[in-house]
């Protein structure tokens, strides 16, 4: 079965940081883009970031960039995103989705962070 | 990037049809095929139901449809059921990705 499973969120003040964890099984994890995309509370999708299959490339929403950085280990079937200077209006809950050009096909569950002192 | 533009709300009564529509630039809509839609239920991840304008995943009822016509992207759903109460969210391609702002749909 495709499967991904968020890990990582949590209660973090402001200025701080977090690392995101996505892991995934039943598909051939380095064939395919992984994106993050955050619901904030009462809003709409927000897409965050995306990484390539491979890892060579990246893309990131303005309102993260210079703070979110998106990474993958294909060799634990994983993708991560490093959260730093993190403000209120980050809070939501992240998604990651599988894919990024074309469509997001299969989602986790999400993961709640909320940036508040 | 602004936001696609997406109706707050579509209500229709059971067995009608309603059409959701997903308003762009050249930018994005206007230019690229990979128009998608997801469905969300409260408290749920989104569910991919139309991707590359109209093309529906397996699995999905044939009541969704998609289209696109210019700057505008659009999602019927026939024959509406109790259970497609929900959020709806179109997203377009355009360098990066960028999501409507949602339309509830409620079925009277």
């Known amino acids: 079965e495709v499967n991904l499973l968020e890990s990582g969120g949590g209660l973090v003040q402001p200025g701080g940081s977090l690392r995101l964890s996505c892991a995934a099984s039943?598909?051939?994890?380095?064939?395919?883009?992984i994106s993050w995309v955050r619901q904030a509370p009462g809003k709409g999708l927000e897409w965050v970031s995306a990484?390539?299959?491979?890892?060579?490339?990246?893309n990131y929403a303005d309102s993260v960039k210079g703070r979110f950085t998106i990474s993958r280990d294909n060799s634990k079937n994983t993708v991560f995103v490093q959260m730093n200077s993190l403000r209120a209006e980050d809070t939501a809950v992240y998604y990651c989705?599988?894919?990024?050009?074309?469509?997001?096909?299969?989602w986790g569950q999400g993961t709640l962070v909320t940036v508040s002192s | 990037q602004s936001a696609l533009a997406q109706p707050a709300s579509v209500s229709g009564s059971p067995g009608q049809s309603i059409t959701i529509s997903c308003t762009g630039t050249?930018?994005?809509?206007?230019?690229?095929?990979?128009v998608s839609w997801y469905q969300q239920h409260p408290g749920k991840a989104p569910k991919l139901i139309i991707y590359?304008?109209?093309s529906r995943p397996s699995g999905v009822s044939n009541r969704f449809s998609g289209s696109k016509s210019g700057n505008t992207a659009s999602l019927t759903i026939s024959g509406l059921q109790a259970e497609d109460e929900a959020d709806y969210y179109c997203?377009?391609?355009?360098?990066?990705?960028?999501f409507g702002g949602g339309t509830k749909v409620t079925v009277l």
């Open positions: 989705a599988r894919g990024f050009y074309t469509k997001f096909d299969v």
């Open positions: 039943g598909f051939r994890f380095n064939e395919h883009a």
């Open positions: 990484i390539s299959g491979s890892g060579d490339d990246t």
């Open positions: 050249s930018s994005d809509v206007g230019s690229f095929n990979s």
């Open positions: 590359d304008v109209s």
């Open positions: 997203s377009s391609y355009t360098t990066t990705r960028i």
